[in-house]
């Protein structure tokens, strides 16, 4: 009834339910103490620090929060601050020190959840990614998908996002049939709980997966489906990919019609596109040539 919404609970009740969930009756409804707010702030600070550049500031910020956590045996404050660590060192360009600090947040008390901590595994699967680590990218992202699919609630979100690097790391790993059912089976488990822009992208995702496995039928289905969910979306520069990705797939089959979405494509891009959208256009203009002689 209390999660229903059709009764609000007395402050004894939230206590007792707190006290078997193991959290505070602060956390469970949402509220934070002055203290509380106070740890965010610091956090939320190191993370502006290091958007805007002041990587000396952030990591001096962070070295005092991870001090303090330790000696409060507090392992989410740890696990976050190891995490702004690492993003210091990735900004500088040391990525091996950078995984070492991620890793580190990973690890340090209980496993993170991985549909609260995207940037964490995200940044990891970057990283891994950038060093040529596939095996360690595959296992990553593997086992954060297995953690979202048995949460008791799953975020159909999350679930694609994730799947969209999972299909990128099987890619990589030269294996684009592996690449097209993982984020295939994510988009038709809860697709349709997904955002617009998020299933517009995986769409086209999949068409490329798809494309590069042979399945061309398929990828050209994809490729319509982004096309569609992208002109609902409004977004001119990203309903340009669209077409142009389209007018591959036909282009893959030997279908003229191709020509039609690479001049939609064009004009999405306005009088003065960049050198490199005019670039990938001409290419597939050449192919375009080519097959009509």
């Known amino acids: 009834r209390i999660e229903a919404g059709d009764r609000r609970p007395s402050p004894r009740v939230l206590m007792e339910i707190a006290r078997r969930l193991g959290v505070s009756a602060e956390e469970l409804s949402g509220e934070t103490s002055t203290e509380q707010r106070s740890r965010s702030l610091e956090l939320l600070d190191a993370a502006m620090m290091i958007r805007r550049g002041e990587l000396d500031d952030a990591e001096e910020l962070l070295r005092g929060v991870l001090r303090e956590a330790e000696v409060n045996g507090d392992a ?24 070492g600090l991620l890793e580190q947040a990973r690890d340090a008390g209980a496993s993170p959840d991985p549909a609260e901590r995207v940037e964490l595994f995200g940044r ?6 950038s060093s040529g680590d596939v095996a360690r990218s595959l296992a990553l992202l593997q086992d954060c998908l297995a953690q979202l699919r048995r949460a ?6 999350k679930v694609v996002r994730y799947a969209v690097w999972l299909s990128r790391a099987y890619t990589e790993a030269g294996d684009p049939a592996r690449a097209a059912d993982v984020l295939g089976s994510a988009l038709a488990d809860g697709g349709d709980q997904v955002d617009l822009r998020t299933r517009a992208a995986s ?10 496995a042979g399945e061309v039928e398929q990828a050209l289905r994809s490729a319509d489906r982004a ?11 990203a309903l340009s990919e669209a077409h142009l990705a389209y007018a591959q797939r036909l282009l893959d089959v030997g279908d003229a019609e191709a020509g039609r979405h690479l001049i939609a494509a064009r004009n999405l891009l306005g009088a003065h596109p960049s050198a490199t959208d005019h670039g990938r256009i001409l290419v597939e203009d050449a192919r375009q040539a080519l097959l009509i002689g």
């Open 76 to 99: 989410q404050r740890m696990s976050e601050a190891y995490e702004g660590l690492g993003a210091v060192a990735d900004e500088r360009g040391d990525h091996a020190t950078a995984i």
């Open 124 to 129: 990891m699967f970057q990283l891994y990614r």
């Open 152 to 157: 008791p609630v799953v975020d159909s979100t």
């Open 203 to 212: 769409q086209y995702d999949l068409s490329r997966r798809l494309a590069a």
């Open 227 to 237: 096309l569609s969910l992208y002109e609902l979306d409004e977004d001119n520069r």
